[in-house]
């Protein structure tokens, strides 16, 4: 097995484990290799090892890889692979997202919506997106404040052909993994109480949080789609 390989099934495995220890089935978590920064050829061999998702947090350095990684699903007859956007998105950059993403987990403003349902309109399509949430308070991040979360779902449901399927956070960046606790368990709470809500046609199936250093605190505090970057490329996270 090659290091990438490797090291992917020791991030399932700790997936799997950190799920036991949540008390949920291991596969009803769902893991997004984040491959912003990668080689083609590394993202090939991440495919080649099985992963079917891969996060970009850029539609540039995206739109430059889409055409090499797709011609190597052809030409190796392997399943497809799902992108998911990441990072933050600007307005003028919807219609190029829209061409290749399937989950944009980073949507945090109206005005954004707005557009991307009006994009997705011109397609005759539905898109699916995450809000991404402002959990730890952190001016620099991006992502909505919490108090401001249910507001955003009221307003957000003028925009039928947009389907809000979840949150996203992004925790501090810390040595420690259980820094991120709170901030995940504060997530997993909104996502609890946007379902009490009942929003006709906003479901809260993907709470999308956890990364290298903290995706195992993350699965045990709900997270059931985390992206993960590092520990499946670099040799020694
Ligand atoms: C880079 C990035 C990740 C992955 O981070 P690692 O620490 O490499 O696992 C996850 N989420 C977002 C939004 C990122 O930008």
């Known amino acids: 097995m090659n290091r990438i390989a490797e090291n992917l099934a020791s991030v399932k495995e700790r997936m799997v484990a950190a799920a036991e220890r ?3 089935p291991p596969d009803s978590i769902k893991l997004v290799p984040v491959t912003k920064g990668r080689s083609i050829s590394e993202i090939q061999s991440l495919l080649a090892a099985g992963a079917t998702d891969i996060g970009e947090n850029r539609i540039q350095e995206a739109q430059q890889k889409y055409d090499p990684i797709h011609s190597f699903l052809a030409a190796s007859n ?3 692979c799902d992108w998911h956007l990441i990072g933050h998105l600007q307005r003028n950059k919807v219609k190029s997202a829209l061409e290749i993403f399937s989950l944009i987990h980073s949507v945090d403003s109206l005005r954004l919506l707005a557009e991307i349902s009006r994009r997705t309109e011109v397609l005759k399509k539905q898109t699916d997106i995450l809000i991404q949430i402002n959990t730890t308070g952190e001016e620099s991040k991006f ?8 507001d955003f779902m009221e307003k957000s449901l003028s925009y039928s052909s947009v389907r809000i399927v979840g949150l996203m956070t992004m925790g501090v960046l810390s040595p420690s993994p259980e820094t991120n606790r ?3 368990a504060l997530l997993r709470t909104l996502s609890d109480r946007i379902k009490t ?3 006709p046609g906003i479901t809260m199936q993907y709470l999308s949080m956890g990364m290298t250093d903290d995706f195992e605190v993350a699965i045990e505090e709900g997270a059931n789609l985390v992206r993960i970057g590092r520990a499946i490329f670099e040799t020694t996270v």
Request: proline fraction near 5%; charge should be neutral.
């Open 22 to 24: 949540s008390g949920r």
């Open 78 to 80: 392997t399943r497809k």
């Open 143 to 150: 992502g909505l404040d919490s108090e401001d979360v249910f």
């Open 182 to 184: 709170p901030a995940f």
């Open 197 to 199: 809500e009942k929003y």
